[in-house]
């Protein structure tokens, strides 16, 4: 006969030690040692379900080392959101791309939304997600919490995130197209000659390289001027280095360098040019130079031209002037 009570003793001194796969398998012991109708026995006396202790036996057939280091075997619990809604991880990449702020591959580097204005943006889209949900979602993106940054500007236009959405916008309808969207910047002037610089260089010891004292320019090598021009969908970046000054004429000829050396051929088919420019600078939305330098190259080219302003105090964001 079973000792019924014994097991139930032995059971309450243990329980409060082990786990779920501890209680499970001890259960299953006592079963195996008290032979036929072991398993009833245990179960009456210990509250487990025949059920578990049938898989308890199972795992000490199996050496009760196959489940490792777990506690349950792989994939219990209910499926994931992104196998229960699919898309939906798309879905959420999609408007994530419209909120990314300083990452030069993403098309539109303005606006950052919260979980909770991401959340509804998904249920207009049919999806179920809540805010805790969007947020491990944003981590298998590759997003993660970030320490503070420079960021406040001031005051800003009450259209500025529908600025930017047109760009977006229309950046991602001429990659849909397979048409050419460029973004374009010019870089930090530099002295041209021996100044002081960032960065440092391996040189023997007590021996480092001789620099001016101050930065007055020398008139007859001037300065660098690097103008970039940026192709959103190539991901890939263009410089043209002036040595006078920074003009839109300058500005446009930088434009036409490029298509002559990699845009014609990347882009044989093209009917149309998107570039996203700052509104100041050489290439500045007031310079009548610049739209008219714009005609003439459109003419050359024979493919129309359209041009998208970033606001104003917003370059930072633009991203012909981020990558290196």
Known sequence: MIDTVAITARFEALSRFLDERGR?????????AAGWGGVAAVSQATGIARSTIGRGLADLRAGAVRLGNRVRRAGGGGKSAIETQPGLLEALDELVQSSIRGDPEAALLWVSKSQRHLSAGLAERGFVAGQKLVGRLLGRLGFSLQANAKTREGASHPDGNAQ?????AEVTAFRAAGEPAISVDTKKKELVGDFKNGGRELRPKGQPEPVRVHDFVIPELGKAVPYGVYDIAANAGWVNLGINH????????????WWYELGAARYPAATRLLI???CGGSNGARLRLWKRELQVLADE???????????????KWNSGSQYE
Not at 164 to 168: G, Y
């Open 246 to 257: 920074d003009t839109a004429a300058f500005a446009v000829e930088s434009i036409r360098r």
């Open 164 to 168: 930017f959405e047109h760009i977006n």
């Open 24 to 32: 499970r398998l001890f259960a299953a012991s006592e079963a195996r």
């Open 301 to 315: 080219l024979g493919i129309s031209i359209t041009v998208c302003r970033l606001p104003p105090g917003t370059s």
């Open 276 to 278: 996203n420019a700052d």
